[in-house]
C-alpha cells in the first residue's frame, strides 16, 4: 500500500551526519559552546522579559493589637526610575486602582538627574493617598558602572556617581502629603488605625543613626512600623529590641539573579539570603517585609527568577493578649512578652 509516513525519512547519510553532530557537541569545545549559547538566551530573557515582566506580590501579616479594622499597605521601593521607562511608569500608575489605605516607599527611587518628574507621575494619585518614605543611596547618587562580582564580597569597596536631585524629590512628596521619617518619630490615624512609626537613613551608606529615634513606640498605637532602605541586621535588631511590630524595607532586589530551587545569589547587605524578599519574622515579635522592588541599576539591567515587584500588604490583628490600658501602668509592649 502506498501513502506517507507522518516522520521525515533519513537518507542513509542523514544518521551519520547526526551522529558527527552530537560528536562534535561532546568535545569540551561543544560543550562551551553549547554553554555561551543557552547563557546568551538567558541574559536576552532576563534583561527583554523579565525585566519589565512587572508583579503584584500579596501577603497577610498579623501585627494589628486585637480588635483592629485590617489596613491595606502598598509597600514600593526601588523604582530605579529613568526619565524613558514609559512601561514601568505605566505599570506604577496602575497600582491606585487597588486603593491602598497607606503607601510605604523605602527608597533607591532615582537612577538619572532627570528622573524626579518621571517618578512623581507615575506615582501619580498615590500621592494623595496617606505615605511614608525614606530615601536610599540612589535616591542621593547616580549609578556608576560595577564589576558585578563584587556583589559577592560584603567588604567591596562602595563607588558613587554624581548627586542626585534628591531634595526635589522629597519636596514633591511632602508637598502631597507624604511623610518623611527619616530620623524622625511619628504618628498618624489611617483608616481607623493608630500608627507609630519611625525611620532611619540609608544603612548601606552607613547614614543610620538609629540613636535619634531609640525608644519604645507609643504603647497605645495599633501598630508600629519600622522603615529603613537597607535591611542590615544591626539595624533590625534595634527595632525589634525596641519592640516595633512591623520593619519594611528594600535595597536587595530579591537578589535580582536567583538560581531555580536554590533562591538568590547574594543580598547586597548583612542579611541572610532565606530573608531575601517577602514576609519573615525577626526575633520573637517583630515582622519584617523586604521588597523585591521594582527595577534595575541601568548598569544591569537584568532579573532572573525574580520578577520586578510591588507588594499589597494586608495587616490584620495577631493573636496576643489584649493591651492593658495605660492607667493602669501597663504598656502594650509589656503586655506582648507576658
Same mark, same amino acid.
Given at each position: 500500500?502506498?501513502?506517507?509516513?507522518?516522520?521525515?525519512?533519513?537518507?542513509?547519510?542523514?544518521?551519520?551526519?547526526?551522529?558527527?553532530?552530537?560528536?562534535?557537541?561532546?568535545?569540551?569545545?561543544?560543550?562551551?559552546?553549547?554553554?555561551?549559547? =543557552?547563557?546568551?538566551?538567558?541574559?536576552?530573557?532576563?534583561?527583554?522579559?523579565?525585566?519589565?515582566?512587572?508583579?503584584?506580590?500579596?501577603?497577610?501579616?498579623?501585627?494589628?493589637?486585637?480588635?483592629?479594622?485590617?489596613?491595606?499597605?502598598?509597600?514600593?521601593?526601588?523604582?530605579?526610575?529613568?526619565?524613558?521607562?514609559?512601561?514601568?511608569?505605566?505599570?506604577?500608575?496602575?497600582?491606585?486602582?487597588?486603593?491602598?489605605?497607606?503607601?510605604?516607599?523605602?527608597?533607591?527611587?532615582? =537612577?538619572?538627574?532627570?528622573?524626579?518628574?518621571?517618578?512623581?507621575?507615575?506615582?501619580?494619585?498615590?500621592?494623595?493617598?496617606?505615605?511614608?518614605?525614606?530615601?536610599?543611596?540612589?535616591?542621593?547618587?547616580?549609578?556608576?558602572?560595577?564589576?558585578?562580582?563584587?556583589?559577592? =564580597?560584603?567588604?567591596?569597596?562602595?563607588?558613587?556617581?554624581?548627586?542626585?536631585?534628591?531634595?526635589?524629590?522629597?519636596?514633591?512628596?511632602?508637598?502631597?502629603?507624604?511623610?518623611?521619617?527619616?530620623?524622625?518619630?511619628?504618628?498618624?490615624?489611617?483608616?481607623?488605625?493608630?500608627?507609630?512609626?519611625?525611620?532611619?537613613?540609608?544603612?548601606?551608606?552607613?547614614?543610620?543613626?538609629?540613636?535619634? @529615634?531609640?525608644?519604645?513606640?507609643?504603647? @497605645?498605637?495599633?501598630?508600629?512600623?519600622?522603615?529603613?532602605?537597607?535591611?542590615?541586621?544591626?539595624?533590625?535588631?534595634? /527595632?525589634?529590641?525596641?519592640?516595633?511590630? !512591623?520593619?519594611?524595607?528594600?535595597?536587595?532586589?530579591?537578589?535580582?539573579?536567583?538560581?531555580?530551587?536554590?533562591?538568590?545569589?547574594?543580598?547586597?547587605?548583612? !542579611?541572610?539570603?532565606?530573608?531575601?524578599?517577602?514576609?519573615?519574622?525577626?526575633?520573637?515579635?517583630?515582622?519584617?517585609?523586604? =521588597?523585591?522592588?521594582?527595577?534595575?541599576?541601568?548598569?544591569?539591567?537584568?532579573? /532572573?527568577?525574580?520578577?520586578?515587584?510591588?507588594?499589597? @500588604?494586608?495587616?490584620?490583628?495577631?493573636?496576643?493578649?489584649?493591651?492593658?490600658?495605660?492607667?493602669?501602668?501597663?504598656?502594650?509592649?509589656?503586655?506582648?512578652?507576658?
Amino acid at each position: 500500500m502506498s501513502g506517507t509516513s507522518a516522520f521525515p525519512r533519513h537518507s542513509a547519510h542523514s544518521l551519520p551526519s547526526l551522529q558527527s553532530a552530537a560528536r562534535s557537541l561532546a568535545t569540551p569545545g561543544g560543550i562551551a559552546a553549547l554553554a555561551a549559547g =543557552s547563557a546568551a538566551v538567558g541574559l536576552t530573557y532576563a534583561t527583554a522579559i523579565e525585566r519589565n515582566a512587572f508583579a503584584l506580590r500579596e501577603t497577610t501579616m498579623p501585627v494589628l493589637a486585637p480588635g483592629s479594622s485590617t489596613l491595606r499597605v502598598l509597600h514600593i521601593s526601588d523604582l530605579h526610575m529613568m526619565p524613558d521607562q514609559k512601561l514601568k511608569q505605566n505599570w506604577v500608575r496602575e497600582l491606585d486602582r487597588l486603593e491602598p489605605d497607606l503607601v510605604v516607599n523605602t527608597g533607591d527611587n532615582l =537612577s538619572h538627574q532627570r528622573s524626579v518628574p518621571a517618578v512623581v507621575q507615575s506615582l501619580g494619585s498615590l500621592l494623595g493617598r496617606p505615605g511614608l518614605f525614606v530615601f536610599g543611596s540612589n535616591d542621593y547618587f547616580a549609578p556608576v558602572p560595577k564589576n558585578p562580582l563584587k556583589y559577592f =564580597s560584603k567588604n567591596h569597596k562602595k563607588v558613587f556617581g554624581n548627586p542626585l536631585p534628591w531634595q526635589d524629590l522629597r519636596a514633591a512628596f511632602t508637598e502631597r502629603g507624604w511623610m518623611d521619617v527619616t530620623h524622625v518619630r511619628r504618628e498618624l490615624e489611617v483608616s481607623g488605625v493608630r500608627i507609630a512609626t519611625a525611620g532611619v537613613d540609608d544603612p548601606h551608606l552607613k547614614r543610620d543613626r538609629y540613636d535619634t @529615634i531609640a525608644g519604645a513606640p507609643n504603647p @497605645i498605637a495599633d501598630v508600629s512600623i519600622g522603615i529603613t532602605h537597607s535591611p542590615e541586621p544591626r539595624v533590625l535588631d534595634r /527595632f525589634a529590641a525596641d519592640g516595633y511590630d !512591623l520593619v519594611l524595607a528594600g535595597h536587595t532586589h530579591g537578589g535580582q539573579l536567583c538560581l531555580p530551587f536554590y533562591g538568590a545569589l547574594v543580598t547586597n547587605c548583612e !542579611l541572610d539570603r532565606s530573608r531575601v524578599k517577602g514576609p519573615s519574622r525577626w526575633g520573637a515579635h517583630t515582622r519584617l517585609h523586604v =521588597s523585591a522592588g521594582l527595577g534595575t541599576s541601568p548598569y544591569a539591567p537584568y532579573r /532572573f527568577c525574580c520578577r520586578p515587584e510591588a507588594t499589597l @500588604i494586608t495587616l490584620v490583628p495577631a493573636k496576643r493578649p489584649p493591651r492593658t490600658s495605660p492607667e493602669q501602668g501597663v504598656s502594650r509592649s509589656e503586655a506582648m512578652v507576658r
